[in-house]
């Protein structure tokens, strides 16, 4: 039988690791609620983004056809663990989007544990450490986005594939998102003479097309940032529940084998004082 003292042991023990499970759930939390209050301004400036670069569409001598005929999948997961089944979901989504298609160009992942988790594919493979909260989004979205828009630059695709993870009404689900070719409609001008630029108009086009596709990566960093830390926090939720009835395991445990301890040492010292009482 384990002794009092060590079932008191086990408890502390317990409700230490306890204390640990809530401060995760408490930070997963205020990382959800800040994201979810930046992606609200994220998706304000992705729809003037979108009518800048339809605009830009506009502008004679500028082109918006692909750039190439392959395609470059950005995969999005968690930078940490206690995720649930977050990156194997995303892992599922890309291995389908690469069973779809004849011409990948490589595949980049974005987060430290969905990168550890990712099969061996017979194509280029990147990874990039993933921020885990809204802070620091803007170092790997610059460098992500480096990354991809030289590629397009130089022609190594012509078709850009998002695939990401996403809260949506409490259920966990995994977004395809195209991103090139860009969906841009070109405007029809009111004026009747093109307006007076300083540059050309294909050099606006680019940097109209950058700055889409850094909004874009923006605004999928952050869900992927959200959907991480809300698997977290309901994983510390489900923790938090399995310790406290552990807890509550132990006491209960815990206040019999005192019970048994302080009875046994009662039995002794009766046995004690009857020996005593013999002589």
């Known amino acids: 039988m384990i002794s009092s003292r060590e079932l008191e042991n086990r408890r502390k023990s317990n409700r230490s690791i306890l204390g640990v499970v809530k401060a995760m759930k408490a930070l997963s939390a205020a ?13 304000r400036y992705r729809e003037f983004v979108d009518q800048a670069a339809s605009v830009a569409a506009s502008l004679p001598g500028v082109s918006i056809l692909p750039q190439g005929e392959k395609t470059l999948i950005v995969a999005f997961g968690s930078q940490y663990g206690l995720c649930g089944a977050l990156n194997e979901r995303v ?8 069973r779809g298609s004849a011409d990948i160009a490589g595949i ?5 544990r969905i990168a550890d988790r990712a099969p061996a594919l017979s194509m280029p493979m990147e990874d990039i450490d993933a921020p885990g909260s809204v802070d620091g989004l803007d170092e790997t ?6 990354m991809i828009f030289n590629r397009y630059k130089d022609k190594v ?9 996403s809260f949506a009404a409490d259920t966990l689900t995994v977004i395809r998102h195209p991103v090139l070719p860009p969906p841009f409609k070109p405007q029809e001008m009111e004026r009747a003479l093109p307006p007076v630029l300083y ?8 940097g109209v097309l950058e700055e889409y596709i850094y909004v874009q990566l923006y605004a999928t960093a952050l869900e992927t940032v959200i959907a991480e830390n809300e698997s977290r926090m ?28 302080v009875t046994g040492e009662i039995l002794e010292i009766i046995g004690g004082y009857e020996a005593l009482g013999g002589h």
Do not use: C, W
């Open 31 to 43: 990382n959800v609620r800040k994201g979810g209050s930046v992606l609200e301004h994220t998706r």
């Open 141 to 146: 979205v610059s460098e992500l986005l480096t």
């Open 91 to 98: 892992l599922e989504e890309v291995a389908e989007a690469v």
């Open 157 to 165: 695709f012509g078709e850009l594939l998002f695939i990401y993870p």
């Open 108 to 112: 980049i992942y974005a987060g430290r």
């Open 234 to 261: 309901r994983s510390m939720d489900y923790a938090e529940k399995n310790i406290k009835k552990r807890i509550e395991e132990l006491s209960t445990s815990y206040n019999y084998a005192l019970q048994e301890e």
């Open 199 to 206: 540059i050309p108009p294909a050099s606006v086009m680019e």
